[in-house]
Nanobody, 115 residues
Framework: QVQLVESGGGMVQPGGSLRLSCTASNIAFHSSAMDWYRQAPGQQRTLVARIFSDGETVYAGATKGRFSISRDNALNTVFLQMNDLRPEDTAVYYC?????????WGQGTQVTVSS
């Protein structure tokens, strides 16, 4: 059974930073693309960033330049470094991977940006 466990969320003031982690189990992590999505209240879940197995990355426009996705294959972990956080970044952040036709999600971690 695929497991994705996120951590690192919390409350931070505007301009602050957070680092999210997602540790995967029961997948071939080294060959898997890994995603971070987010979902704000009343809004759809949207892609934040993706990292492919070769390390190539893709970012959504609103977070490009402020967020950085990385991975440590030895730890089966993908990270999301979030800098210069803004109130509009407030959301539940989800780790995700797609295996065949199935999308797997973590439980999510809350990020709140507020003064």
């Amino acid at each position: 059974q695929v497991q994705l466990v996120e951590s690192g969320g919390g409350m931070v003031q505007p301009g602050g930073s957070l680092r999210l982690s997602c540790t995967a189990s029961n997948i071939a992590f080294h060959s898997s693309a890994m995603d971070w999505y987010r979902q704000a209240p009343g809004q759809q879940r949207t892609l934040v960033a993706r990292i492919f197995s070769d390390g190539e990355t893709v970012y959504a426009g609103a977070t490009k330049g402020r967020f950085s996705i990385s991975r440590d294959n030895a730890l089966n972990t993908v990270f999301l470094q979030m800098n210069d956080l803004r109130p509009e970044d407030t959301a539940v952040y989800y780790c995700s991977t797609t295996i065949g036709p199935q999308i797997h999600w973590g439980q999510g971690t809350q990020v709140t940006v507020s003064s």
